[in-house]
Structures are given as C-alpha cells and as structure tokens.
C-alpha cells in the first residue's frame, strides 16, 4: 500500500467515523461513495462496489464499538429497544452481506440510493415533539421495531452498512423516540447489525485486508470524538446534520446511476 493511498484511506475513514460517532450512525452513508469515488478521483486506487461493501461492513464493525463504549455511561441506550431490533437486524444483516456477492456492482449502488432515498424523506417529514422522556417512561411498538429492523438489516448488509442512516428517522418518526436516546439505541443497534454484515462479508469473500484496516484505525481514533462533541450541541442540529448527510448522499447517487 503507498504512503498516497493510506493517507486518502485514513482520510475517508476518520471523516466518516467522527460523523458516525456525532449523528449515532455506522458512517457508511457516507464512507461508501468516498472510497467509490475519491481513490480513483486521485489515482491512487479504483474499488468495485463489492469491495467498499466488504471494507464499510468491517468499519462499521469497529466505528459502532468506539461509539457505544463512548456512551456507555451516559444511561442514553434503551436496552429493550436494543434487544428486539437488534436480534431482528442481525439476522437480516448477514442474509443481505451474504446474498450480496450474487449481485452486480449496479444493483448494489441501486440498493444503496434506495436507502439514501427513504432516509432523506423520513427525515423531512416533520414530526410532534416527543423530545425527552426517561429510559423508565419510553415504550414503542415491538412489531414494527422488529419488522422494520430486519428489512433494513437485509437491504443494509448488502452495501455493508449496519442501517442506522435508515434506523434512525425509523425511530424518530415511527417509534417516536426522543433524540438523544436514538442517537446512543442507534449505535448499539448498528453495531449487532455489523456483526451479521462483516460475518456475511468475510463468508462472501469480499473484505479486502490492508484497506479494511487502514479504515478501522481510523474509525477507533475518530469515533469516540464525535459522540463526546454529540453530548455539546442541540438534538435539532444533530438532526439537521444527519438529514443533509443523508439527502447530499442521495442525490449523488442517483444522478451516477441515471448517467450509467
């Protein structure tokens, strides 16, 4: 690996990761369009979208780690709610990482665009005030939690990402839960979906070693920084960070899929 291409690659990775960390996402949304497109923008390598989503399920894996460890005592993560989404996206993460070496590069992308789509929707749809009960007061309706955190585990494993770019507006304008509270449930959530997706990765062949590493040091350095700048700034701006992530995501996307 030159010396060029592990700095792009920490580059992208710490990026990501302090943004991971900051909005309770695994970082994919925005990690995967980086190393598809800004590698080859600088000639230092070129990598399919089967490689990304290999690399990006192995990052999430690590970024989730540093981010709940950093949050660990805040008394923020809803342990039901952990419970009954994440035993339900662990298992749809690994069907999709799996699955995913069967389909083309494009489809791949097309999956991800879809996703990005919805995400950016969910999180302009304006929403009551449900902002900020006690862990004790929280309920929220297990069917749908468990529904939708397997049909996102699925479709999110096979860009290797751990969902919470989608799980996140899910809890916020569906479940109706408080911020802060998505925000730490998010993490713990996207890191069981990690587990399935970086397991259906390395079954399916497609983690490539030095990247994955150079992206996971990245993420352990970069994470932590986040939540902790997280716990300073108002649940209105972390919103509004994550939405425009997520819409700017989006957008690119699609206009590269229309162009092909």
Not at 141 to 150: D, G, H, T
Request: glycine residues 10%; aromatic residues 10%.
């Amino acid at each position: 690996m030159s010396l060029a291409l592990f700095v792009t690659l920490f580059a992208i990775g710490f990026v990501g990761s302090f943004i991971s960390g900051l909005v309770g996402i695994g970082g994919s949304i925005i990690k995967y369009p980086m190393l598809l497109y800004i590698p080859p923008l600088l000639g230092v390598a070129a990598y399919s979208a089967h490689d990304v989503s290999g690399i990006s399920a192995v990052q999430v894996f690590f970024a989730t780690i540093s981010g709940v460890w950093a949050l660990r005592r805040d008394n923020l993560i809803h342990y039901p709610l952990v419970g009954y989404m994440g035993g339900a996206i662990i298992i749809g993460s690994f069907a999709g990482a799996y699955s995913g070496t069967y389909l083309s590069a494009d489809t791949i992308n097309l999956v991800y665009a879809i996703l990005a789509t919805l995400a950016a929707v969910m999180m302009f749809v304006p929403k009551k005030n449900c902002e900020e009960k006690p862990l004790t007061d929280l309920t929220f309706n297990r069917p749908i939690a468990v529904f939708s955190a397997l049909l996102v585990g699925i479709a999110s494993g096979i860009v290797g990402a751990a969902g919470a770019f989608i799980l996140v507006p899910i809890m916020l304008l569906i479940l109706r839960i408080p911020t802060r509270i998505t925000i730490a449930s998010s993490l713990a959530i996207t890191f069981i979906s990690s587990i399935g997706a970086t397991t259906g990765k390395l079954m399916a062949g497609e983690v490539l070693l030095w990247p994955s590493a150079v992206m996971v040091l990245a993420s352990i350095l970069a994470a932590p920084l986040g939540a902790i700048v997280s716990k300073k700034l108002n649940t209105r701006f972390l919103q509004g960070v994550l939405a425009a992530l997520i819409l700017g995501t989006a957008v690119k996307i699609w206009l590269d899929f229309f162009q092909t």
